[in-house]
């Protein structure tokens, strides 16, 4: 096979299994796979460590003992030996071991095969038919060779851009995926859901891009560009009834969960310290008043209640300040508050 | 140890004469440790006389060559089964001149028809086919002849390739046997039949990688060649501990044929092994699936399909043609 081939079935291998798209770590996967060649002197790897090679070329055939479990049990050995007392090696012992063991692996599918198994002397080859298997240099070499780029640059693409579950994600746009990107990024991006699905009320056509604000059951709890608080979700009580949903990273947002006691006292001045420039503020409790005088609370079927209320009690669910200062300033109430603001350089 | 028992007797016991002991004991192992190690190089150690024989070829197989000699010089037959070209004429060669040099006579036959083969069994073993009136003796005759002669002295019969040979003559040898004559067969994967299944056999192992590369030296020096060994590593993949495709390996060098596939028996498909790689993706499958993870569930789901696919393609893929195309 052929250097450039050892090259790229390694270096892919590696950004594959480790989902990376970081050069330095694909550039030792890819360097890794050169190095079972150091059977022969002849080889890229043989010429750099000539000692080497001169040992192994002169006592055993090529593609032996640097082809097998064994070296890369030792090759690995090494990396993460290494890696032990310099932590920060890790990835690099990983891409070393992926590397050289898909720089072997690759040779199974030659004619010689390789001694996958050594010290027994078996030679491992898939397919078993000799005629079906790679000859160094011929066409179907490089054909696989054509093949090869094409999937190195799919994958470091794929990996560039969150990866391949991710990237699946998308594909199939489920709420699930959505939640992934939730969980690793939602509390430092603002994270972007592009819905797709119908409205509860009057099954009308929902397609367009929401903010994020937290998790609701099995969905998602939005915001509309226009302010508007919706449930987007597969269950009966959502107001956005989902067909597809994914999600994008969008700009950098820091969330964060505070607490906030309320004896007697209004609700305004409780929550007014809440009140920043460039942070988004929803708030969730339930709080207890001694008759509401609040009358009229405004109710969109259209959206979700982000705030219920009764004579004696208040239900607040991702309800935002700016609607609760509006609605509920006055009212003397007693409980605790979950207050999540998400702070970002620019809404 | 000595030593250090008189300098405990007389500084008593105490630290500095406990590291002394230890020290000691660690310096009487070492030359143990060293014959050991040394002795067990030397039962590695491949033998390295080299055994004069017509065809100028060194013996490798010197243990089967001993064992061999021994077996029939117990009035024992012993089968010699190996792959084409694992070196079983050598070995029939050297045996042949070690029991002649012993003095004992030998007919070292191989397979022709049966009535030539009998007329150069009696020609070796100086056996008339001729009777007094002077007409050959017919393959009947000659049998009895061979077996009368075998029961009365002591000579013992070498016949090469006999796989080749037929079935009938198969069964006369085996009568030869009940007799008690002394044989050696040598044949390539011969049949579990008849004379084959009767005797004991010898299974010749594939020659160890040093002894398949002095062979290619040896047969690039004849060939008045300079192969590097980065060369010879690369032809010697070829081999596959067999002698005679080393040497084969070394001519279609010589020939400048590019040549990469070998005809040794050691390739092994692995493909089934590769497959199994499949199972990683049912699992992920059911990881999914069990965590709720949709994505996971999908993907792994439609990866085990796609390597079910591939695993069908693969084990539907036309097998090699066993003739030379």
Known sequence: MLGISHLLVSGTATSLLLGTASPAVIAVGAIAGLLPDIDISTSPAGRVLPWISSFFESRMPHRSCTHSLVASGAIAVLGYGTALFNPSFLNLAHALSVGYFFGWFADIFTRGGVEMFWPSPVRCVCPGNRNLRLRTGSNAEYFILILLIAIALAVFNINNSGGILTQFNRLIASPSGVQHIFNDSGSTHLI????????????????????????????????????????????????????????????????????????????????????????????????????????????????????????????????????????????FATGQLQVRVINSSSQ | ????????????????????????????????????????????????????????????????????????????????????????????????????????????????????????????????????????????????????????????????????????????????????????????????????????RIELKPLPEYAIREIMIIAAAERAIALKPSELSKLQERAGGNPMLAARAVDEEYLGLDVEGADHRRYFDITPLILLAGIAFVIMRFIGLGTGDQALYIFGGIAAAVFLGISRLLYNLPPEDRRIR
């Not at chain 2, 008339?128 to 002295?153: C, W, Y």
């Open chain 1, 192 to 331: 972007k859901a592009n819905i797709k699905g119908v409205r509860t009320g009057d099954r009308s056509k929902v397609a367009g891009q929401f903010l994020i604000i937290q998790v609701q059951g099995t969905g998602f709890l939005v915001q509309s560009d226009d302010g508007r608080i919706y449930k987007a979700s597969t269950e009966p009580d959502s107001q956005i009834f989902l067909e597809e949903i994914t999600a994008d990273v969008g700009k950098p947002a820091i969330t964060n969960i505070e607490a906030l006691t309320l004896e007697d006292e209004p609700i305004g001045q409780a929550i007014a310290q809440f009140d920043r420039t460039g942070a988004m503020v929803f708030i969730s409790g339930q709080l207890t008043v001694d008759g509401l005088e609040t009358a009229g609370l405004p109710r969109d079927p259209y959206q979700f209640p982000t705030i219920k209320a009764t004579d004696t009690s208040i239900t607040l669910e991702a309800a935002p300040l700016a609607i609760v200062q509006k609605n509920l300033s006055e009212e």
């Open chain 2, 1 to 200: 140890m000595l030593v250090t028992g008189v300098f405990i007797a007389i500084n008593g016991l105490n630290p500095l004469s406990l590291l002394a002991m230890g020290v000691s004991g660690a310096l009487a192992f070492v030359p143990k440790l060293i014959s050991k190690l040394s002795s067990k190089n030397e039962t590695q150690e491949p033998p390295t006389e080299i055994i004069p024989t017509s065809g100028e070829f060194k013996i490798y197989r010197q243990a089967e060559l001993n064992r061999t000699t021994a077996s029939l010089l117990a009035d024992g037959a012993i089968l010699i089964a190996g792959e084409d070209g694992s070196g079983k004429s050598v070995l029939a060669i050297a045996v042949v001149e070690k029991l002649q040099a012993d003095g004992f006579m030998v007919a070292f036959i191989e397979p022709a028809t049966p009535k030539q083969m009998l007329l150069e069994i009696a020609h070796q073993f100086e056996i008339p086919t001729e009777d007094l009136e002077g007409k050959s003796l017919t393959a009947d005759k000659l049998k009895r002849a061979i077996a009368t002669f075998l029961e009365e002295n002591t000579a013992f019969l070498i016949l090469d390739d006999a796989h080749c040979c037929d079935a009938k003559f198969r069964m006369w040898l085996k009568q030869l046997r009940r007799g008690g004559a002394p044989m050696l067969l040598l044949a390539t994967d011969p049949p579990r039949t008849d004379i084959f299944i009767n005797i004991p």
